[in-house]
Structure formats: structure tokens, C-alpha cells
Nanobody
């Protein structure tokens, strides 16, 4: 069992930065791939980034490549999403999630956080 709690969201101007954190409880955190997803009003939840269990391979959706960076600290049971050069279209509720394998498919994720709101003003 893994319990996930996101933090770090907020209101930022376009071009600004935010760092999201996702704190996990449970001794099996380090065995899971961790992903970030987002959902904007009226849209489906979409994949943003994923990192392997050991912090090795990472993958990003095309729209955030070069702007967002996913990382993890297994000693702290935390995964991060550094978001730079934010755009109004990045506005959404951001969720972290845990999956047994490296994937962008939300159906494969076993555990989800409650989400944190990110709003980017123009």
C-alpha cells in the first residue's frame, strides 16, 4: 500500500516556475515507477512524466519536454516535478501516481494522490 500526497501547486505568471512534490508513505515506494499526470477543466487526465523506480529512465509528454524535470529521492520517499517556463496551457490539477512498471498509461497506476492545483496566468 502506498499513500501519496502532493504539494507545491499555486498561482504563477507565465514564464515562471514551480516545483511540485509528492510524498509517499509505505515501505514499497522505492519499488514503484512514479508518474505525474494532469487534468484541466473539461479535459481528460493526461500523462506528463514518469521516472523509473531507481531514478533512471524518464519520459515526458512532448508538450513539456525541455521545461519540466521529474526526479525522485527514495531516501525521502518523495518524487518531484520541476516546472519551468510555465505557460497558461499548463494550468491543471496535477496528480502523482505509482505504478509497478514504467508506463504512461494511467490505467496501469495502482495508487494516486489527491492532486494539487497549478494555475498559470498570462
Amino acid at each position: 500500500q502506498v499513500h501519496l500526497v502532493e504539494s507545491g501547486g499555486g498561482l504563477v505568471q507565465a514564464g515562471g516556475s514551480l516545483r511540485l512534490s509528492c510524498a509517499a508513505s509505505g515501505r514499497t515506494f522505492s519499488s514503484y515507477a512514479m508518474g505525474w499526470f494532469r487534468q484541466a477543466p473539461g479535459k481528460e487526465r493526461e500523462f506528463v512524466a514518469v521516472i523509473s523506480w531507481n531514478g533512471g529512465p524518464t519520459y515526458y509528454t512532448d508538450s513539456v519536454k525541455g521545461r519540466f524535470t521529474i526526479s525522485r529521492d527514495n531516501a525521502k520517499n518523495t518524487v518531484y516535478l520541476q516546472m519551468n517556463s510555465l505557460k497558461p496551457e499548463d494550468t491543471a490539477v496535477y496528480y502523482c501516481a505509482a505504478a509497478p512498471q514504467l508506463t504512461s498509461n494511467p490505467v496501469a497506476y495502482d495508487y494516486w494522490g489527491q492532486g494539487t492545483q497549478v494555475t498559470v496566468s498570462s
